[in-house]
């Protein structure tokens, strides 16, 4: 993976003219010197809190202390667990197995077992597929079993590997040739599918010829890949599934050829030919997908059928080993999903069930069949939250499982030998993990204070406990199914210094409460008053406020140089109810902002030493569009603002996401111009630092290129930072220098702690 080294090209444009000067060849006034006393020399400033550079280093070559840190892939059929695990400072990822039945853990393999680099050559569909999944790692970094565990697939490069567990033995899959992008291993591990040059192949892993499934008829057409919204946005990043018994499989075929080609330069390498990118902006023309059911002896496929015309996005698709094959697909607009079960046969689809919504729709999965195939599991948004309800073969419910008053979340396990269900429920700032009965009330498992995840293995009894403490403890533990601890995963990951200061509260204003988080100095002095820096997102879909102290490493970084740094979750956000989230619904930014001004008020009144003449704020993607409008929408609070990779125009960014809660912009021309911090660059008033990766095929450069163009024209303060990496950073040195570079700015623009 290429280095991301900031580019020589920081821009500054200023509205301020510069200071007067002698015109050339003139000589200055006399000045005829005066009698005077001397007069007394100021006492000198106190030294500005120092910015501890191996610190921020530090934070940025552990990725604020995640490295190392177990990343579970399969918790198998025997109660094993297959985890992936990199060095404390490492990026290069090895594969690891933990045998629950003694707690022993083995490496199964690593990059430099199988191949000479762990700098594998990686193809532009899986360069592409990791930035869709925000992945930085090298090495091993993704593994798949097949139904019993006893065969993984590893993909490395342009090569495939199948390792036998029992013996630790691994061979290379003979696959003819070319790069094999997105392997899937069948369920009986005796095959595995790849894409090579936009069709799909398959092969056995014993030895055998490479067969060719599918025919593209030219470049427009792919096969065995999700287009690029669904994998951005709509969770779903698989374009093949193999049906439980191995000999046949669902392949999607995609036409790109009426979406717009977008190009991206990598301006760091001026030799190299612009990369196009298929990139469908709100109100343009989405890929067509079409699905189809291919026999692996080959033969005629049998087409999948359902209105994709009116249902044109494709949420899930799955084929259990039980229960029908099952697709779940929207309309353009969101606001209408249907459950579809599809008959292998013949190809045609029946609605098992239907949702609206007249906002948009959130979607969590697919259904969860049963083992027995009479049923199935799924998750619905109600009002006030989540449900887990059973229905029905024949798509009539059965009853609800988890009602939305435990706050559950959507994330769940099923035992398969007991029809247990082991879930994650609690507020928006910590969870616990829970578990239900067939015909019993929940219990719950957990009691230490933080945010918990769960696996559950279907058959063997085994549950995978992730749990990220209050008090900064993490662990992954393997328990029974009476909660007995079997085993911990191992961590090697660094522990930090002192766990950030951060305290979570809740604050009430008027009608309604939010959740928020305060990071102050380690070295605070609560007679002085601090600047204050808004840590921001405040999109939807995502929070920031967690009871875990170790998501605000870098808030402590930022505050330990003299701020008090602020999260806070307003309307839009998840977890909170429909009414809460679609509060934003049309307009992405009025109840946004005046929620975090809310916020950030209320916190004020309350604790003086917050300096509320003096704030802030900095976001990345979404925060980043939030910090650009800040400076436009409210700069009698926000004093400067620090915008990463921000959308800038709601018109420049995809269909699915934007179209989800914007309309399209020919449903919305007012609402798509008053959101616009391009359309809107006049009002902007307050100094505005802009980064940007030139080369993000997400969130473009364009957009901030097209709001420095018109900063500029306005005559309004600006920097701009141009990286020549893509949408997330993965080079700790690059990383270290931009927070620097933050730090710095808002040192310039917002001051340091004052006595009152």
Same mark, same amino acid.
């Given at each position: ?75 198998? !059929? ?12 490492? /990026? ?170 977008? /190009? ?48 044109? /996005? ?29 008959? !292998? ?311 699915? /996401? ?6 399209? !912009? ?91």
């Amino acid at each position: 993976m290429k280095r991301l080294a900031a580019l020589a090209l920081v821009l500054a444009a200023c509205s301020h003219p510069p200071a007067p000067r002698c015109p050339p060849g003139a000589a200055a006034s006399p000045v005829e010197p005066a009698f005077v006393d001397e007069p007394v020399a100021p006492p000198p400033a106190p030294a500005p809190p120092a910015i501890d550079r191996e610190a921020i280093s530090e934070l940025a070559a552990t990725r604020s202390y995640n490295l190392g840190t177990p990343r579970p892939v399969a918790l198998l !059929p025997d109660g094993d667990v297959l985890f992936l695990r990199t060095g404390p400072r490492s /990026y290069v990822a090895e594969l690891f197995e933990l045998d629950a039945a003694t707690g022993a853990v083995r490496k199964l393999a690593s990059a430099g077992d199988l191949v000479k680099s762990t700098d594998v050559q990686l193809s532009a569909a899986e360069k592409a597929k990791r930035e869709r999944l925000r992945m930085a790692l090298r090495g091993i970094v993704s593994v798949s079993a097949d139904r019993d565990g006893a065969r993984l697939l590893i993909p490395l490069g342009s090569e495939l590997f199948i390792l036998d567990r029992a013996t630790g033995a691994a061979k290379a899959v003979a696959i003819g040739g070319g790069y094999p992008d997105s392997p899937l291993l069948a369920p009986d591990g005796k095959r595995v599918a790849f894409i090579r040059d936009r069709d799909v192949w398959v092969v056995g892993v014993d030895g055998g010829k490479p067969t060719k499934l599918t025919a593209s008829p030219g470049p427009d057409v792919s096969f065995g890949n999700a287009e690029f919204v669904a994998a951005e946005e709509l969770d779903r990043t698989a374009g093949m599934w193999w049906a439980p018994t191995g000999d046949r499989l669902i392949i999607q075929r995609t036409d790109d050829s009426k979406v717009d080609t977008l /190009y991206v330069a990598n301006p760091r390498h001026p030799d190299q030919a612009p990369t196009p990118f298929r990139y469908p902006r709100a109100g343009t023309t989405n890929a067509t997908v079409g699905f189809a059911i291919h026999a692996v002896k080959g033969g005629k496929p049998t087409a999948i059928t359902w209105d994709a015309a009116a249902f044109p /996005y494709v949420h899930h698709v799955g084929w259990p080993k039980a229960g029908a094959p099952t697709m779940v697909v929207l309309n353009r607009a969101q606001t209408e999903l249907r459950v579809l079960a599809i008959d !292998p046969a013949t190809g045609k689809t029946t609605t098992l069930l239907t949702e609206t919504n007249p906002a948009w729709l959130n979607t969590s999965g697919g259904p969860v069949w049963a083992a027995d195939g009479k049923s199935f599991l799924w998750t619905r948004e109600h009002a006030d939250g989540w449900a887990l309800e059973r229905y029905g073969a024949d798509g009539k419910l059965q009853g609800t499982v988890i009602g939305p008053d435990y706050g559950f979340g959507g994330q769940f396990g099923v035992d398969d030998d007991t029809g247990e269900i082991w879930f994650v429920a609690g507020t928006p700032v910590d969870s616990q993990v829970w578990s239900v009965a067939p015909g019993a009330a929940p219990t719950r498992r957990t009691d230490a204070r933080g945010t918990h995840a769960i696996g559950v293995a279907p058959k063997g009894g085994t549950r995978l406990i992730v749990a990220n403490g209050a008090d900064g403890k993490r662990s992954q533990t393997v328990v029974r199914r009476d909660g007995t601890v079997v085993a911990v995963v191992p961590s090697v990951a660094e522990d930090g210094p002192a766990l950030p200061t951060t305290v979570v509260e809740e604050v009430a204003a008027k009608d309604r409460t939010y959740w928020t988080a305060v990071t102050r100095p380690r070295n605070f002095d609560p007679s002085k008053r601090y600047p204050v820096v808004l840590q921001v997102y405040a999109g939807p879909g995502v929070t920031t406020v967690t009871r875990n102290p170790r998501a605000y490493w870098k808030d402590q970084l930022l505050a330990d140089t003299g701020f008090i740094v602020v999260r806070g979750d307003g309307r839009g956000t998840p977890g909170r109810g429909m009414a809460w989230e679609r509060a934003i619904a049309r307009d992405l930014i009025t109840v946004p902002m005046a929620d975090q001004v809310e916020i950030l008020t209320r916190l004020g009144a309350k604790h003086r030493e917050l300096d509320l003449a003096r704030v802030g704020a900095v976001g990345w993607s979404f925060g980043g569009y939030f910090a650009a409008m800040a400076v436009q929408r409210a700069p009698d609070m926000f004093k400067a603002a620090i915008a990463g990779a921000p959308v800038t125009d709601w018109r420049l960014y995809d269909t699915a /996401y934007t179209e989800r809660y914007m309309g399209t !912009p020919d449903q919305n021309p007012t609402g798509y111009d008053a959101t616009s911090a391009v359309v809107n660059a006049a009002s902007s008033s307050r100094p505005l630092l802009l980064i940007h990766g030139m080369t993000d095929d997400n969130v473009y450069a364009a957009h901030s290129l097209a709001l420095t163009e018109a900063l500029f024209a306005a005559g309004k303060p600006f920097e701009f930072v141009a990286m020549s990496g893509t949408h997330m950073m993965a080079d700790p040195t690059s990383e270290a220098a931009l927070l620097t570079k933050q730090i710095e700015f808002f040192r310039a623009h917002l001051g340091l702690p004052t006595a009152p």
